[in-house]
């Protein structure tokens, strides 16, 4: 399809793992995103993985490529409140982005 | 730290009136855009410009355009704001020079609501 895919709502328990997948749609792209907004915020940059890396791990982030399958997903660790946000996943599209509709993550306490 | 400004966060407008909103970016970018974001339906593009004085039409152009007289600066206008136009503006702005590719760098958002 032509649309960056994600699922829409993920509830997690304070401390568990949280899992945001993503599929894109471009094989070619080069660079794919994690973009986190806040509550009446911008989208703040999260972490970027190049296309020839299978997996990036920044501190509680581990960002995991499967190019085959063309899918993208987001781990956080010891998932905290602070981490309630919306998720967008994107890849590089010509000079732009094609972004996903975003994953609004709820971290009850 | 880039920054991307957007110089409203909130307004109220009425149906029919023009409005302006203006965004700014310090890092020499070269690529500036203008999204708008509803709720479920994610970011939809509406225009944006790879230099000075040009411009190109994104997903959603229509009743929109824009004005690059500057290379920092990126306004969007409204000719005559409809209440379907009451939604969240982004600005953001890249450069294919800086690490990570076309990294896109966003400002805070402005809220327009058309009554």
């Known amino acids: 399809g032509e649309d960056v895919e994600q699922s829409l709502f993920l509830s997690v328990r304070e401390g568990d793992s949280s899992v945001i997948n993503c599929t894109y749609t471009?094989?070619?792209?080069?660079?794919l995103y994690w973009y986190k907004q806040e509550p009446g915020a911008g989208l703040q940059l999260l972490t970027y993985?190049?296309?020839?890396?299978d997996m990036k791990q920044d501190q509680r982030l581990t960002v995991l490529l499967n190019k085959k399958d063309k899918h993208l997903s987001l781990r956080i660790a010891d998932t905290q409140t602070g981490d309630s946000a919306i998720y967008f996943c994107?890849?590089?599209?010509?000079?732009?982005?094609?972004f996903g509709a975003g994953t609004r993550l709820t971290v009850k306490p | 730290d880039v920054k991307v400004t957007q110089s409203s966060r909130y307004l109220v407008k009425r149906t029919g009136e023009k409005v302006f909103l203006e965004c700014v970016q310090d890092?020499?970018?070269?690529?500036m855009f203008w999204y708008r974001q509803d709720p479920g339906l994610g970011l939809r593009l509406i225009y944006f410009?790879?230099?000075?004085?040009?411009?190109e039409k994104g997903d959603i152009p229509e009743g929109y355009s824009v004005s690059r007289e500057k290379k920092e600066r990126f306004s969007l206008i409204l000719e005559s704001a409809s209440t379907n136009q009451t939604s969240m503006y982004l600005c953001?702005?890249?450069?294919?020079?800086?690490?990570?590719?076309?990294?896109?760098?966003f400002g805070e958002g402005s809220w327009l609501t058309v009554v």
């Open positions: 953001a702005s890249s450069s294919a020079r800086g690490e990570g590719g076309n990294t896109i760098y």
């Open positions: 890092m020499d970018h070269e690529n």
């Open positions: 993985i190049f296309s020839n890396m």
């Open positions: 410009s790879y230099d000075v004085k040009m411009k």
């Open positions: 994107a890849e590089e599209y010509n000079n732009d982005m094609r």
């Open positions: 471009d094989s070619s792209s080069t660079y």
